[in-house]
C-alpha cells in the first residue's frame, strides 16, 4: 500500500478532492499545510494519512465534507472493530455517513447482500408477500426472524456487517457467539461442521457446512438441510438462540457493529413495530483483523 501525503495544499474554498497527493515526510510541510487550510490537523490523522492510498483518502475526504472534517472525526468504526474482539460485535454511537467514511479509510469495501442492489439497505419489518424471494421476511414476515448470518448465499459473505438507526426502535436485535469458558470458546458440535446444506443462490447455487474456516455461514432462509447433521445443525440454532444477547436500540444514533463470521443475528419480532427502520451496510474487510 503507498504512502500518501501532500506537498502543496489546496488554496482555501479550494475542494479537497483537488489536491495532488505527492510523498510528505516532513513536520515543516505538515504545518505549512495546516497553516494554509486554517485547520489543526492532529497526529492521528497524519498516521492515517499516511497508511493509506490516495484513492482512501480521497473518498473519505469526500464523504466527509472537507479534510477538516476527516481529519477532525474519531475513528469511531476502528474502536468498534477492536471493542468486537471479545464478543463478535460492538455498539456506539454514530451515522451512516461516519460509518462509510471510516470504511472508506481503512480500505474496507461495501458488499450489497443482494446481486444487484445497493450496499446500504434500508431494513423495515414486511409481511411475507412483500418480501424478497428466499429473504428471512419471505418467511417469517415481521415476526421474530431466525438466528442467521448475513450474505449467506453469496459466493464470498461479508465479513463485518454494521446497522444504524437514525432513531429508535422497540425492536432488539439478538445476537449469538459461542459460549466462552476462560479465554477460549467452546468447541461447535461437529454436526455443524459437517452438515451438509444446499445453498440456493440462483445459477450459483452450491453446497456447504453451516461453519467453515473460522467462520459462520448460516441462514435458514436460503440453506436447505440436505442430510442428519444438517437437520441437527438447524435444530442447534434453534435451541441456542435462548442465548442470544440483545442490542436494545434505546437512543436515537447508535451504530451496531457485527462481526458476520463469528456472530449470528436475528431480529426479534417486530409485529409491534412496524414503523422500524434500520440501515444496513455490509463491508468485506481489506486486511485481516480478528
Ligand atoms: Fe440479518
Not at 454436526?191 to 444446499?198: I, K, S
Not at 445453498?199 to 442428519?228: K, L, N, V
Not at 447433521?229 to 434505546?250: C, L, P, S
Request: with cysteine; aromatic share 6%; net charge positive.
Amino acid at each position: 500500500m503507498g504512502r500518501i501525503t501532500s506537498s502543496s495544499c489546496p488554496a482555501p474554498g479550494r475542494p479537497a478532492a483537488s489536491w495532488r497527493f505527492r510523498a510528505m515526510t516532513t513536520r515543516a510541510r505538515s504545518e505549512r499545510c495546516q497553516d494554509d487550510i486554517g485547520l489543526i490537523v492532529g497526529r492521528r490523522c497524519m498516521q492515517n494519512i499516511q497508511s493509506h492510498s490516495a484513492g482512501e483518502i480521497l473518498k473519505a475526504v469526500a464523504l466527509a465534507g472537507s479534510i477538516g472534517t476527516y481529519c477532525g472525526m474519531s475513528r469511531m468504526l476502528e474502536d468498534l472493530l477492536d471493542e468486537s474482539r471479545a464478543t463478535g460485535w460492538a455498539a456506539g454511537q454514530g451515522t451512516l455517513a461516519q460509518v462509510q467514511m471510516d470504511a472508506a479509510v481503512l480500505g474496507w469495501v461495501e458488499v450489497p447482500t443482494r446481486r444487484g442492489g445497493p450496499a446500504v439497505s434500508t431494513l423495515r419489518p414486511v409481511d411475507p408477500a412483500e418480501a424478497e424471494p428466499n429473504s428471512l421476511s419471505a418467511r417469517y414476515g415481521r415476526d421474530a426472524q431466525p438466528l442467521h448470518t448475513d450474505g449467506a448465499h453469496l459466493s464470498k459473505p461479508p465479513d463485518i456487517v454494521v446497522l444504524t438507526c437514525a432513531t429508535t426502535s422497540t425492536t432488539p436485535t439478538r445476537l449469538w457467539n459461542r459460549p466462552r469458558y476462560g479465554r477460549a470458546r467452546t468447541q461447535l458440535p461437529e454436526h455443524v461442521r459437517h452438515g451438509v446444506f444446499l445453498i440456493s443462490s440462483g445459477a450459483e447455487s452450491c453446497f456447504g457446512t453451516a461453519y467453515s474456516g473460522g467462520r459462520f455461514r448460516y441462514d435458514p432462509g436460503c440453506m436447505q438441510p440436505c442430510d442428519a447433521r444438517a437437520r441437527q445443525t438447524v435444530q442447534y440454532f434453534v435451541d441456542v438462540a435462548k442465548y442470544a444477547d440483545e442490542h436494545i436500540w434505546g437512543e436515537p444514533g447508535q451504530v451496531l457493529l457485527i462481526d458476520n463470521r463469528r456472530v449470528l443475528h436475528a431480529r426479534a419480532s417486530a409485529t409491534q413495530e412496524p414503523q422500524r427502520e434500520i440501515q444496513r451496510v455490509s463491508f468485506h474487510l481489506k486486511r485481516e483483523a480478528s
